[in-house]
């Protein structure tokens, strides 16, 4: 633990590059457009993903999982399943400063989840930091004042499901390896997405799957970067600096998507992360076990 406190400017360091990875991948998702349907084009990000499993086949091999450890896997993969097929359909509809504001959200959700179902404590701190993100999230949307489109609904159900995968995730974590719920998480969600895929399947031209393989790449090297984060700094460090993700994305859409500048997106990113890094923070101040996750561990 005290490596992790000693070094945070590398924390800081490898999730600035985190957040430039992840919106790389919203980048290119935004580039691959609409043509190819949203349940296939995360089939094929997952199924051209599979080759980073290749470190980890031995270990996978000799796993011998239980019924509860099956049913935690299992589980996991529908909630991603449904995530992923939704942040695609949302990713290709709204502005990429939506997106980023809104999947800020799930670690809010992961909170309520661990108090619904986990039972932890929902601290009076705790639940009006959860209120101020909620309050955050109307900010950016602003029902009433705009159109919210079906982008808008389904990456707040994005959000929900993300949040519930990485919650059993929590669960599956403490019977198997790291690289084990990783590997389950890949495969599972690849089977889940093929008969979505199948359904409505249109043939990809070699530009699309090399951006989809990019969109592999980028994925898994900024899971590997935070990773790398978490272990040069604490969350209650790493956390608020992932309000940068926000920030490119609104230059990115702006300069190269023409999507203009939503000040109140920011505005209502903004609230999201400071409630999120507020409840990171009381943990790591209280001395408790971390529930809230990092913004970008929910991420695809």
């Not at 590997?224 to 994305?249: G, S």
């Not at 505005?267 to 999120?276: D, K, N």
Request: contains cysteine; hydrophobic residues 60%; charged residues 10%.
């Amino acid at each position: 633990m005290e490596a992790q406190t000693t070094r945070p400017g590398w924390g800081i360091f490898w999730m600035v590059v985190t957040g430039v990875m992840f919106v790389g991948v919203t980048a290119m998702v935004k580039v691959l457009g609409t043509r190819i349907p949203a349940p296939q084009a995360a089939f094929l990000r997952y199924s051209l993903g599979l080759v980073f499993l290749l470190p980890v086949l031995g270990q996978l091999r000799r796993a011998q999982f239980d019924r509860t450890t099956w049913t935690l896997f299992l589980g996991r993969g529908v909630a991603h399943t449904v995530a992923v097929a939704l942040w695609f359909y949302a990713m290709a509809r709204i502005p990429i400063a939506d997106v980023t504001a809104m999947n800020y959200l799930s670690p809010v959700y992961v909170t309520l989840g661990a108090a619904l179902f986990l039972g932890e404590t929902l601290a009076l701190r705790r639940i009006m930091a959860v209120v101020a993100a909620l309050i955050g999230a109307l900010i950016t949307l602003r029902p009433g004042f705009r159109e919210v489109g079906p982008g808008h609904l389904a990456m707040l159900f994005t959000a929900v499901f993300f949040g519930a995968s990485y919650l059993i995730a929590k669960r599956a974590s403490a019977q198997s390896s790291a690289g084990i719920v990783v590997a389950m998480l890949s495969i599972t969600v690849t089977i889940g997405l093929a008969p979505l895929a199948a359904m409505n399947w249109v043939t990809p031209t070699w530009p699309e799957l090399a951006i989809l393989a990019g969109v592999a790449c980028f994925a898994t090297a900024g899971h590997y970067t935070m990773t790398l984060a978490f272990r040069a700094a604490p969350l209650a460090v790493t956390q608020p600096i992932t309000f940068l993700q926000l920030v490119w994305a609104v230059l990115l859409g702006a300069l190269v998507f023409d999507e203009g500048f939503d000040l109140f997106v920011v505005l209502g990113g903004l609230v999201i992360v400071g409630s999120v890094s507020f409840i990171s923070w009381r943990e790591a101040r209280l001395k408790r076990r971390a529930v809230t996750p990092p913004v970008s561990a929910t991420k695809v």
